[in-house]
């Protein structure tokens, strides 16, 4: 599918989300929920196209956020790299399962675990506000490796919400604070967007155009999503991180409702 046949006011719809998505993703992730949605409204791409194109924009915007994170938060790369390669193995696994099992099989599961999410963040006003790690040693790679992998399926299946599923399990299951969080979580996302890439584009799935041109887009909000969350701290991106989970929640249920009906 080519941009022409997209058309102009679509594509610059498109690229308008793709920003504001990029910024989102960046504070705590959960970009998909914008940018996915957008393009699965454009009449003629394929939900599996609006999947691969949409790792693809995200991938410059998850590299741009991750360079920023890293240059002023200074993430533990000893945690975030072992972490990231799991995930990209997870999101290989998941992006080869998109095409064999449908997306809506996984959503009622998915939003029992935004809602649990949700009220286990509200009831811990004090979680992530600062670093406290759970695990030392071996069993922290483990932990990190089991959610790295858990989450990286995820992605590469069906995706929204991804980036806020690894903020959560970093502050709830390792321990780290919010900002920190977000910082490991860029590094991770960034890998499971490659690892789905690496399996749809020989499928020939990516619209390589609109996505590059997304991309652009999802690196300006990014690198400002970014400064943003770095300049306001911890308490600033939890906030954000209960709206958007709280948006995530009630997208999927109405999905959920209009499928059922």
Excluded: C
């Amino acid at each position: 599918m080519t941009l022409s046949e997209i058309g102009v006011q679509a594509v610059v719809l498109l690229v308008l989300a793709a920003f504001l998505a990029g910024w989102v993703d960046a504070v705590v992730g959960g970009g998909g929920l914008i940018q996915l949605p957008a393009m699965l409204l454009v009449p003629g791409i394929a939900p599996i196209s609006a999947l691969a194109t949409n790792k693809l924009a995200s991938s410059f915007g998850t590299t741009t956020s991750s360079i920023t994170y890293y240059r002023r938060v200074h993430p533990d790369l000893h945690t975030a790299l072992p972490m990231a390669a799991i995930a990209l193995a997870g999101s290989m696994l998941g992006a080869l399962g998109a095409s064999i099992l449908p997306g809506d099989a996984l959503v009622p599961i998915v939003l029992v675990a935004l809602v649990s999410v949700t009220v286990y963040t509200l009831l811990r006003p004090a979680l992530g506000g600062t670093t406290s790690l759970r695990f030392t040693g071996r069993r922290h790679l483990a932990a990190a490796a089991g959610v790295g992998l858990t989450i990286g399926f995820y992605d590469g299946l069906i995706g929204p919400g991804t980036g806020s599923f690894l903020v959560f399990g970093l502050v709830s299951i390792l321990g780290y604070a919010f900002l920190e969080a977000s910082a490991k979580a860029k590094i991770v996302n960034l890998a499971t967007n490659i690892g789905a890439l690496i399996i749809f584009i020989p499928q020939g799935a990516v619209i390589w155009g609109l996505g590059l041109l997304m991309g652009a887009a999802n690196v300006g909000g990014g690198y400002l999503g970014a400064r943003t969350a770095v300049a306001r701290g911890s308490s600033f991106v939890r906030i954000v991180f209960l709206i958007v989970v709280t948006v995530l929640m009630i997208r999927l249920g109405w999905q959920e409702i209009s499928r059922l009906t």
